[in-house]
């Protein structure tokens, strides 16, 4: 694949960048092996300055990295500029709370003193996606930065103005020459750099093929990795809930970045006893959004990225009409240039359908009808994937029977998933493992060392 930018709102090409060759990968990881031995030995304090700063420039930077976000991958303006605006919060968090994830643990024990201590890792590899291409970045580099490692970005080939802003942003931020640095090289490379000696670790998120080839590879060097691949998540409906709320957000949850969002609800799971009124609502709801130009402030749902991207959403809706699924709105790629595809609700859906398997990455929302809360809970659970859920209840107890019972890393109760710096983001089955963000992301990537004096 080309390293260029490709407006997909237009079909058009409108800058191509040399990949990095052998020499100048090989120059980037020397130097940030070099840089890491001085950095490491910074305090928190200095860290702390230099991330501050980098949210600061990004603050007063919204619009024109907001305009690369939408021009590269299609997303609203708006949520560009929602996305530019989120980092710099995330980045403030992690600058005041990365000393405190990161103290010493006193420990009790026979011995005299007994501690845990956490130490950067060196530098770290990031396997980044195009779908939210300066806060996936963020929600690592952040981390990472604050505990004393350096980071390499190896972002998607169709992002690179993205991936080289954010290098030139924590250089500016005063961030030392090698601490975060974008390499511009195609997924054919990646297997070499995690052999490097260099990289002590690995995190990717993308798809589940992507994840697994890079866990084979880390696992072939024994190199820490962190996973966050794809999910199928459920949004459980049930007779107590507030239909209206319900109805909005789940509009907002399943379309959300022109549908292609790991956490974007996917599969809307509603009790019989107010299937009928959600369905209806729901598809209305679905079909009066707009769809056209990004930067329009009336748009609602923007292009999906790439033609492959649209093609593979296009044959999985003919896969389920084929197989039966009702098509109650959209379930057709928008004429004319770019790469739009109308919101889509199918319903009737059986396990004979790629849809009750696979992941939509696109705007189109698969519906089923529960006979009761224990049945919504296994319709919820009939999944290979298990990354976040939102169940919409005001029964206590039905709250309680979903929260302990619905295998996903993350589970919100009458609000969409999304993703925060004060709780850690991840998932569980082929939806990967480990955590980012909070105590739990900074310290995926620290040695945790233990102290022990006699």
């Known amino acids: 694949m080309a390293i260029a930018t490709l407006n997909p709102a237009t079909g058009i090409t409108e800058e191509t960048f040399e990949a990095h060759d052998g020499a100048e990968v090989e120059r980037r990881l020397a130097l940030a092996d070099s840089t890491f031995a001085s950095y490491r030995l910074t305090t928190f304090a200095e860290r702390s300055r230099s991330l501050v700063t980098a949210a600061e420039l990004l603050e007063g930077e919204v619009p024109d990295l907001a305009r690369i976000l939408t021009t590269e991958m299609g997303k609203t303006f708006a949520a560009a500029k929602g996305e530019v605006a989120k980092c710099a919060r995330a980045m403030r968090f992690l600058a005041e709370h990365a000393e405190g994830y990161l103290a010493p643990e006193e420990v009790e024990s026979p011995a005299s003193r007994s501690r845990v201590v956490y130490e950067p890792m060196g530098p770290v590899l990031a396997v980044m996606p195009w779908n939210f291409p300066l806060w996936q970045v963020v929600r690592f580099a952040a981390p990472a930065l604050m505990a004393g490692n350096v980071g390499l970005l190896k972002h998607s080939s169709n992002v690179p103005q993205t991936a080289l802003a954010l290098e030139d942003l924590f250089r500016r931020a005063g961030f030392p020459e090698g601490a975060f640095q974008t ?10 750099i995690i052999a490097d000696p260099r990289v002590r670790a690995v995190t990717l998120t993308g798809s589940e093929g992507a994840g697994r080839s890079v866990a084979a590879a880390a696992g072939q060097a024994l190199k820490k990795t962190v996973l966050e691949l794809g999910g199928s998540d459920p949004f459980v409906v049930l007779p107590s809930a507030d239909l209206d709320r319900a109805v909005e957000v789940g509009v907002e949850a399943r379309v959300q970045n022109n549908g292609q969002s790991c956490i974007a609800a996917k599969r809307f799971i509603v009790h019989t006893d107010v299937y009928d009124e959600f369905e209806a ?25 790439t ?6 959403v296009a044959e999985q809706v003919e896969d389920a009409r084929g197989h039966g699924a009702g098509v109650l709105c959209g379930g057709e790629a928008v004429e004319g240039p770019g790469f739009f595809y109308r919101p889509t609700v199918l319903a009737g859906i059986t396990p004979a359908m790629r849809v009750a398997t696979e992941e939509v990455f696109g705007p189109v929302a698969m519906l089923y009808r529960a006979a009761d809360a224990g049945d919504a809970l296994r319709l919820a659970n009939d999944s290979r994937f298990g990354l976040g859920a939102s169940v919409w209840t005001t029964d206590p107890a039905e709250q309680d029977l979903f929260i302990s019972g619905l295998q996903a ?17 991840g998932g569980t089955k082929v939806s990967g493992y480990g955590r980012e963000l909070a105590a739990a992301g900074i310290r995926e990537f620290c040695e945790m060392k233990t102290v022990w004096v006699a």
């Open 281 to 305: 609502r729901f598809a209305v709801a679905m079909t009066a959004l707009v769809v056209g130009d990004p930067f329009d402030p009336a748009t609602r749902v923007g292009p999906l990225a």
């Open 183 to 192: 390499l511009l090289v195609g997924s054919g490379a990646v297997a070499g």
């Open 409 to 425: 890393g993350m589970v919100y109760v009458n609000a969409m998933v999304a993703s925060t710096p004060e709780l850690p983001f």
């Open 307 to 312: 033609s492959q991207g649209r093609q593979e």
